[in-house]
Each structure stands twice: as C-alpha cells, then as structure tokens.
C-alpha cells in the first residue's frame, strides 16, 4: 500500500475510532454530575448500590473503588468513584458519552442519596 493510500485511510479509522464506546479514562475527566462527602464507608455505600442497581460492575484499586453502571458488556452509562476519606468517603458520578440509557439521571441521583446518607 503506498502512502498517500495511507493517508487516505486516515480520516475513516479515526471515524470508526470516535464511535466506539468511551475508555474509563474519558470519563474520569469529564465533570461529575455528583461530587458528595459521605460518612459512610465506600464498603457499604457499594453494597447499598449493589442492591439498587442492575448491571453494576466493580473494580478496585489505587485505593479507590469504582463502580460502572450499565448492561452493556464495554458500554456504560455512569462512572461511580468511591474514595475513602477520614470522614468516611468522597463519592464523584460521572455520566458517560457512550451512555447507553439503562439507568436514568433521576434515579442514579435517587440511589446516590439514598446510599450516601
């Protein structure tokens, strides 16, 4: 393939790029939609939203709990970070670009509170 084939190509793997669902990293830099001070323990605010929520996925570590909510396989609709605090934890929520409509903004904001509180 010669290179000005090449550089044909270029615009259409970016476009293929920018359709794919969002990485965590995009998330974690888009502003929160919550940013609360809670002073209950990541460990049950997590249990709390494990028993609300469908298609809840979790991961940890760098000392922080993140739970990404959704019932796509890749795609979610929101990005949850639980980072303990010396008051309990600090809970940022995060909407995702690549939201896939599973859970609501209303009830997300419902089951926060109700888990943070």
């Not at 293929?16 to 990485?23: E, F, L, R, V």
């Amino acid at each position: 393939m010669n290179t000005l084939a090449l550089l044909a190509a270029v615009p259409a793997v970016l476009a293929i790029a920018a359709c794919s669902s969002p990485n965590v990293q995009e998330v974690r830099s888009s502003e929160p939609v919550v940013f609360v001070q809670s002073q209950r323990a990541p460990g049950d605010i997590s249990s709390c939203l494990q028993s609300r929520i469908d298609g809840l996925r979790m991961s940890t570590g760098n000392g922080s709990t993140e739970l990404m909510v959704g019932h796509g396989s890749e795609n979610y609709a929101w990005l949850i970070t639980l980072m303990p605090s010396g008051y309990g934890s600090v809970v940022k929520v995060q909407k995702s670009p690549g939201d896939d409509g599973s859970v609501p903004e209303p009830e997300m904001r419902f089951d926060i509170a109700r888990c943070t509180t």
